[in-house]
């Protein structure tokens, strides 16, 4: 049994008694060994898989825990109801037939722009840009206590409260878009779940969840409102550090109030670090209130070297000698992760390994999704996977210049008539006993509308050039039905290699208007990576929608090189290295007092954010600081964590 192979501490959690168990589990405690033993056992007491919830952090944790299951139970594993919130949200929506077209935040911040500009004109420099409302929007549905999106603004946005009325009618009417083409982004998801769960009683016997730390409210009620038996909550309060993305760090506080006869366990062995890397993580963090009791023991003795201080006369001086450590260093690269506070400083480190030679995988930035050479894929798969996605079909014509958006939504709206509400029966075999909806669309030679329905009288040759090679490649991929044979056609096509070639372009022009050549080739070859990635990622899936939104919800889980791990600290998060580089150390940009102001966050969430960074190293640990930077003129003082550490 697989109890048999846990210390007593994990035993005594994954074997207590139904009810509302809190797991207080510091970083490299075993939690997910703790988590498996504890589906085992349900199991084992002959608990009902599909009876069994498991809420995780990213859908590639709940993947993990359920490998790990399905070697004990191999028949049961796969039944169980695992994923992340949003991820299992959309399972409970598809499987009582929701309609649901999952889109991006960068897709839906788009459709919001259009709303927007009906009611706040180009001259209100006073008001919140449409990117600015979509992402204060989520913040409120994911912390709101019961008040409206205008009562919010108002009270929160003392600026802005002269358009808290305007940003309230600005939501209510991208809500009904949304709703009229069956768009839901994440938060979509949970507030759609949330109502389904009531309305259907839905209940499980037990609730497992991880990183219950970073819960927000709204996947609290999402918790509260499933009825069940039984509640498992795994987390560590000292690796709270979403507080910018809602995450409540008083849901893990106050479990023993909020539900009764609650049982705390505690994990204290730790099996990932050696002590001395232990030891400076604890004196920092042991700084914040500590919520519950915890007195972490170090299992490992094989090794201890003691963590180091580097100081640096100069920023870029402190990129460019930790890529020379790092070049110089015995540990494999993929082994090897530099981790730091704030985007920009991965920059720096990036190019000087670069200078060096040295492969690099940066987690953060643009999503791989939402490059254009991919996303275009996207737009023609969910084009082909739905009846009327408007969003996509805008998307695909904007790769040509010479066809704008108020023209390609009139084309759509024409072809959604012509195909009797199916855009690709409009696209590929149009009814044309109704042709007079489009004549305001055609030209006049009635011949020409024979021959290619959606002709525009404003359209140009490129446009027509671009219509036509569409329509041939629909054409080929629209009755396959494997998702990877889709995407390779897609790939191979005459419309996409034109696609490749106006983004290779555009990606090599000098200041002068000439094309750097070396840089096209460079751009076409990264552009091949990106393609024989999307290949490989969609050969387990058998169905285009369940492709489609498994890539939307998994997105950002998804990685394409190999080499040095630069990583921002919320990026690190349940990851480990055998050598970690923790940079740029100094007070203001770690802790980032700007983000503090901005975010009105306590110096307890950075100092949650250094034991996160520092806890993912296992046998060596470097700290950096530089004293000056010589482009801003700036000079630094050591991080008070530093000081904290004992290391100054």
Do not use: W
């Not at 033993?37 to 995780?56: E, G, H, P, Q």
């Not at 839905?202 to 970073?214: G, K, L, P």
């Not at 695909?396 to 958006?405: D, E, K, L, P, V």
């Not at 990685?559 to 203001?588: R, T, Y």
């Amino acid at each position: 049994m697989i109890l048999d192979t846990l210390n007593q501490e994990q035993k005594d959690a994954a074997s207590s008694d139904l009810g509302n168990n809190l797991i207080i589990a510091s970083a490299g405690t075993g939690k997910t060994s703790t988590i498996v033993a504890r589906v085992a056992f349900l199991l084992d007491k002959n608990i009902k898989a599909s009876d069994i919830m498991l809420l995780t952090f990213t859908n590639k944790a709940a993947m993990e825990i359920i490998q790990r299951v399905s070697k004990y139970f191999p028949d049961e594993a796969s039944k169980i109801k695992a994923g992340t919130f949003h991820s299992i949200s959309y399972k409970l929506l598809k499987e009582k037939s929701f309609n649901l077209k999952l889109k991006r935040p960068n897709e839906l911040k788009t459709l919001l722009k259009g709303v927007y500009e009906h009611y706040i004109p180009h001259e209100d420099t006073t008001a919140y840009t449409h990117l600015h409302l979509y992402d204060i929007h989520s913040l409120y549905l994911n912390t709101f206590d019961d008040e409206s999106f205008e009562e919010y603004m108002f009270n929160k946005y003392e600026k802005h409260r002269e358009h808290s009325r305007i940003y309230q009618d600005i939501m209510d009417d991208f809500a009904k878009l949304k709703q009229e083409y069956d768009y839901v982004g994440f938060d979509d998801l949970l507030v759609l779940a949330q109502e389904l769960i009531v309305k259907e009683n839905i209940s499980f016997n037990e609730v497992i969840i991880d990183e219950y730390q970073d819960t927000n409210p709204l996947q609290g009620k999402f918790i509260d409102k499933i009825q069940k038996k039984s509640l498992f909550c795994v987390g560590d309060y000292d690796q709270s550090i979403y507080a910018f993305n809602g995450a409540d760090i008083s849901i893990i506080s106050t479990f023993k109030d909020r539900y009764e006869n609650a049982s705390i366990f505690s994990l204290s062995k730790n099996y990932r670090s050696t002590s001395a890397i232990l030891d400076l993580a604890t004196r920092v963090i042991s700084n914040n209130e500590r919520i519950y009791e915890k007195k972490l023991e170090v299992i490992r003795k094989d090794t201890n070297i003691p963590p180091r201080l580097l100081v640096y006369s100069e920023l870029y001086e402190q990129y460019q000698k930790i890529s020379e450590k790092i070049e110089k260093s015995s540990t494999n690269y993929d082994d090897i992760a530099v981790i730091y506070r704030n985007n920009s400083s991965a920059d720096g480190i990036e190019t000087s390994l670069r200078n060096l030679g040295i492969k690099a995988k940066r987690k953060g930035g643009m999503s791989f999704f939402d490059t254009k050479e991919i996303k275009i894929i996207f737009d023609i798969l969910s084009l082909l996977g739905s009846k009327n996605d408007l969003m996509s079909f805008v998307n695909i014509f904007s790769y040509n210049h010479g066809i704008g958006a108020k023209i390609a939504k009139d084309i759509f709206n024409s072809l959604l008539k012509l195909g009797n509400g199916h855009i690709i029966d409009g696209f590929l075999e149009p009814n044309k006993t109704k042709i007079n909806v489009q004549q305001s669309l055609i030209e006049e030679d009635n011949l020409e509308v024979e021959k290619n329905l959606i002709y525009h009288s404003g359209l140009k040759k490129e446009a027509l050039y671009f219509i036509e090679s569409l329509k041939t490649l629909l054409s080929k991929i629209r009755y396959m039905k494997n998702p990877q044979d889709m995407a390779r056609e897609i790939t191979l096509s005459k419309f996409y290699a034109n696609i490749k070639e106006q983004l290779c372009f555009v990606r090599s022009l000098r200041k002068d208007g000439t094309n750097d050549e070396a840089i096209k080739k460079m751009s076409m070859e990264a552009i091949e990576r990106k393609l024989e990635l999307l290949i490989n990622i969609s050969k387990p899936y058998r169905k285009l929608e369940t492709f489609i939104h498994a890539m939307v919800l998994g997105s950002s889980e998804i990685s394409s090189k190999s080499g040095v791990n630069l990583l921002s600290i919320h990026a690190s998060k349940g990851l480990e290295f055998k050598e970690v580089f923790v940079i740029d150390l100094m007070d203001g940009r770690f802790p980032n007092t700007t983000l503090m102001a901005k975010s009105g966050t306590e110096i307890d969430e950075e100092r949650r954010l250094f034991y996160v960074a520092t806890t993912r190293a296992k046998d060596i640990l470097y700290l950096s600081f530089s004293k000056y930077d010589k482009i801003k003129k700036i000079t630094y003082k050591p991080s008070p964590f530093l000081i904290e550490a004992k290391l100054i």
